[in-house]
């Protein structure tokens, strides 16, 4: 079973930044993948970014490019999203998510606020 966990939510104001960390336990196979979605109140969970277990792909979603940038330490077996030019917008719930595929993820982590104001 994999266990996720995400630190480094938090309160900013817009125009400023975060990294979020997000650390995996249990079988690296469910680990291949990795990646960040969010949920905004009222709103389904959106990915932003995926990144597989070299690092070498890495997808993202366009209303994040080139403000957000994921990546992972796979010795620690942890994920970061680096989060600049941050907005009110991006206000939502943080999620960290595994599975074996990009396409598909199957484990979940308890999510963390951000929370940008204005």
């Known amino acids: 079973q994999v266990q996720l966990v995400e630190s480094g939510g938090g309160l900013v104001q817009a125009g400023e930044s975060l990294r979020l960390s997000c650390t995996a336990s249990?079988?690296?196979?469910?680990?291949?993948?990795m990646g960040w979605f969010r949920q905004a109140p009222g709103k389904e969970r959106e990915f932003l970014a995926g990144?597989?277990?070299?690092?070498?792909?890495?997808y993202y979603a366009e209303s994040v490019k080139g403000r957000f940038t994921i990546s992972r330490d796979t010795g620690e077996n942890t994920v970061y999203l680096q989060m600049n030019s941050l907005k009110v917008e991006d206000t939502a719930v943080y999620y960290c998510?595994?599975?074996?595929?990009?396409?598909?993820?199957?484990?979940w982590g308890q999510g963390t606020q951000v929370t940008v104001s204005s």
């Open positions: 998510a595994s599975g074996e595929v990009l396409t598909a993820y199957d484990y």
């Open positions: 249990g079988p690296t196979s469910s680990t291949y993948a």
């Open positions: 990144i597989d277990w070299t690092g070498s792909s890495k």
